[in-house]
């Protein structure tokens, strides 16, 4: 299972991006996906998930930040609103995989894509 994050990149505070994550491989279901982040220094944290349409977000990020997903797709989102400089952080992306014909959920984890923000 390959999960490729794209969107990332330089934006100036008060300004949007929007992350995009897709999942491929012998996928038979994803439980869960979401966003996790690391700022240099710091511990990763959780950004938002989203399982079955429900969704769940970190309070720094609550109200700014919507995360979408698409079945179909196998591919979630991160719509980034009212940036921050203290959002600076590589944002990686998460799923939880049940593999074609096996049983129960594996976590995977994407390569990260850098969102900078800064005047």
């Known amino acids: 299972v390959q999960l490729q994050a794209s969107g990332g990149g330089l934006v100036q505070p008060g300004g949007s991006l929007r992350l995009s994550c897709a999942a491929s491989g012998s996928i038979a279901s994803i439980n869960t996906m979401g966003w996790y982040r690391q700022a240099p220094g710091k511990q990763r944290e959780l950004v938002a998930t989203?399982?079955?349409?429900?969704?769940n977000y970190a309070d720094s990020v609550e109200g700014r930040f919507t995360i979408s997903g698409d079945n179909a797709k196998n591919t979630v989102y991160l719509q980034m609103n009212s940036l921050k400089p203290e959002d600076t952080a590589v944002y990686l992306c998460?799923?939880?995989?049940?593999?074609?014909?096996?049983?129960?959920?594996?976590?995977?984890w994407g390569q990260g894509t850098l969102v900078t923000v800064s005047s």
């Open positions: 989203t399982r079955g349409g429900n969704t």
């Open positions: 998460y799923a939880q995989v049940t593999l074609t014909g096996t049983y129960g959920w594996n976590p995977y």
